[in-house]
């Protein structure tokens, strides 16, 4: 029974577990130390990164022993089948996914540095590094719903401050950080209704 646990932990819970307590650090920085918000958000970033590569890793050689122990399954692994079928197996469910998230990270990156080329109001300080590691976060296909989200929600704030004649900057960082922690809560839900 123990291993069971420990095996249902390290697969499910504690990738959740990590995911919130990023985010709560993200969230914390950005209130407390937002001088810093650019500084941590790099570094959570980093250590998403290598997480997700250790993960990715630890369920490829989680799912080589799984087949390997099977007596039906041994025959997916060489010398049966070659080796590529494997890693072409492990690299489709545990690698593409968090690849797919790096790049939409990567591409965020560059669309918030464009945005920023043709207006540098538009950001303030960190909030872009803070949008990448949302993104990265959020993970595939959930990142795809941040930008966009963000973006309507910043500008339907900023028709109400105008109304309330309160200013006209909102800041992007506070309506992604409100829209991560919507769609870390609710993506699934979300997602349902896209299915």
């Given amino acids: 029974m123990l291993p069971q646990i420990s095996f249902s932990f390290l697969t499910i819970y504690f990738p959740l577990i990590l995911s919130w307590i990023i985010f709560g650090a993200t969230v914390f920085v950005f209130l407390r ?3 810093y918000l650019a500084l941590y958000t ?3 970033f980093y250590i998403l990164i290598c997480y997700r590569i250790l993960y ?3 369920l490829s050689i989680l799912q ?3 087949w390997h122990n099977n007596p039906f399954s041994q ?3 060489p ?3 070659p080796f590529s079928y494997f890693l072409t197996y492990s690299g489709m469910h545990f690698w593409f996914y968090p690849a797919l998230a790096l790049m939409t990270a990567l591409l965020v990156l560059f669309f918030f540095g464009a945005l920023r080329k043709v207006n540098a109001d538009w950001f303030l300080a960190g909030e872009i590094s803070l949008g990448v590691l949302l993104t990265f976060l ?3 296909p959930l990142s795809l719903f ?4 963000s973006f309507f929600g910043a500008v339907l704030l900023s028709l109400i401050a105008m109304s309330m004649k309160r200013g006209q900057h909102v800041s992007l960082g506070g309506v992604m950080l409100s829209v991560g922690g919507t769609l870390l809560v609710f993506g699934v839900f979300f997602l349902h209704l896209f299915h």
């Fill in 138 to 140: 959020l993970g595939w």
């Fill in 79 to 81: 010398p049966h089948q």
């Fill in 42 to 44: 790099v570094r959570l």
């Fill in 146 to 149: 941040l930008v966009p989200m």
């Fill in 56 to 58: 990715a890793t630890l």
């Fill in 75 to 77: 025959y997916l692994l």
């Fill in 33 to 35: 130390r937002r001088e």
């Fill in 64 to 66: 080589y022993n799984a």
